[in-house]
């Protein structure tokens, strides 16, 4: 797709539940090679909309495309082989594996080869965990974590279980990474590590999307914030130019616009 097309737009989304409308006429976009932030207060729409990009919600009215592509109505699992894949905000994990486990494990779903292949150890197969270990081996240097890559994962670290998290949202190679609340819970040591790796892995051609409450991390993080309000976008732009909207000063302190 040419990269003038947004990597991804959300155009007239609507999500309502019960009556009340979590989502409002959302309309956005991303464009390729960027790190774009999401922050707003409690209620303003963040999670729905994002549930309802990567497929965990359907959407009541609106568009959602990836890459050119129209992905409103697929399941999670379509979209994200299609490229957009979601990191949750409760790190999803398999503890009693090691780190390498859990990175090839996140990879298999994508493989192309099927169970019968698997069983018989035939060549493509062989080919695709070969290149699901080198990926893996990629990443797991890139989070900084190689000491621990043959460690079940239970013995890290809940900072350290966000970055295998993200390693393994990376492992199919997506076109974007949607990451919910990826600081959340963290110290503000891990947090700085987290910061570093994102930059690092953008700085290797990943895309990202960070929903986060931490506005300092997505100030200092991101080249471009989309700020919600009431289930609707209030403004988008770089960090200086939303730090300064009176509007949003306003949403988050409550300082009079």
Same mark, same amino acid.
């Given at each position: 797709?040419?990269?003038?097309?947004?990597?991804?737009?959300?155009?007239?989304?609507?999500?309502?539940?019960?009556?009340?409308?979590?989502?409002?006429?959302?309309?956005?976009?991303?464009?390729?090679? $960027?790190?774009?932030?999401?922050?707003?207060?409690?209620?303003?729409?963040?999670? $729905?909309?994002?549930?309802?990009?990567?497929?965990?919600?359907?959407?009541?009215?609106?568009?959602?495309?990836?890459?050119? &592509?129209?992905? $409103?109505?697929?399941?999670?699992?379509?979209?994200?082989?299609?490229?957009?894949?979601?990191?949750?905000?409760?790190?999803?994990?398999?503890?009693?594996?090691?780190?390498?486990?859990?990175?090839?494990?996140?990879?298999?779903?994508?493989?192309?080869?099927?169970?019968?292949?698997?069983? %018989?150890?035939?060549?493509?197969? &062989?080919?695709?965990?070969?290149?699901?270990?080198?990926?893996?081996?990629?990443?797991?240097?890139?989070?900084?974590?190689?000491?621990?890559?043959?460690?079940? $994962? &239970?013995?890290?670290?809940?900072?350290?279980?966000?970055?295998?998290?993200?390693?393994?949202? %990376?492992?199919?190679?997506?076109? %974007?990474?949607?990451?919910?609340?990826?600081?959340?819970?963290?110290?503000?040591?891990? =947090?700085?590590?987290?910061?570093?790796?994102?930059?690092?892995?953008?700085?290797?051609?990943?895309?990202? =999307?960070?929903?986060?409450?931490?506005?300092?991390?997505?100030?200092?993080?991101?080249?471009?914030? =989309?700020?919600?309000?009431?289930?609707?976008?209030?403004?988008?732009?770089?960090?200086?130019?939303?730090?300064?909207?009176?509007?949003?000063?306003?949403?988050? %302190?409550?300082?009079?616009?």
């Amino acid at each position: 797709m040419n990269s003038a097309t947004p990597l991804l737009e959300v155009e007239g989304l609507r999500k309502s539940f019960a009556g009340v409308h979590a989502v409002d006429n959302m309309s956005f976009s991303v464009a390729h090679n $960027t790190i774009t932030g999401v922050i707003g207060p409690n209620g303003s729409g963040k999670s $729905t909309t994002i549930d309802c990009i990567s497929g965990f919600q359907r959407p009541n009215a609106g568009r959602i495309r990836l890459d050119g &592509r129209d992905i $409103t109505r697929l399941t999670p699992q379509k979209i994200a082989k299609a490229g957009l894949i979601r990191t949750f905000q409760t790190v999803h994990i398999y503890e009693a594996m090691t780190l390498r486990e859990n990175l090839l494990q996140a990879a298999r779903p994508f493989q192309a080869s099927g169970w019968v292949a698997d069983f %018989l150890r035939l060549p493509g197969m &062989r080919r695709e965990v070969d290149a699901a270990m080198v990926r893996a081996d990629e990443l797991v240097d890139m989070i900084g974590l190689r000491k621990y890559y043959d460690a079940p $994962t &239970r013995i890290l670290s809940y900072g350290q279980k966000k970055l295998v998290a993200l390693a393994a949202g %990376l492992m199919p190679k997506p076109r %974007l990474l949607v990451l919910d609340e990826p600081v959340a819970g963290v110290n503000p040591t891990r =947090i700085r590590e987290i910061e570093e790796v994102i930059l690092n892995l953008h700085a290797a051609g990943e895309s990202f =999307i960070i929903v986060e409450h931490n506005v300092e991390f997505v100030m200092r993080l991101c080249e471009r914030v =989309i700020v919600f309000v009431g289930g609707s976008k209030m403004t988008e732009g770089d960090p200086k130019s939303v730090q300064q909207d009176a509007r949003v000063l306003e949403a988050y %302190l409550g300082i009079p616009a």
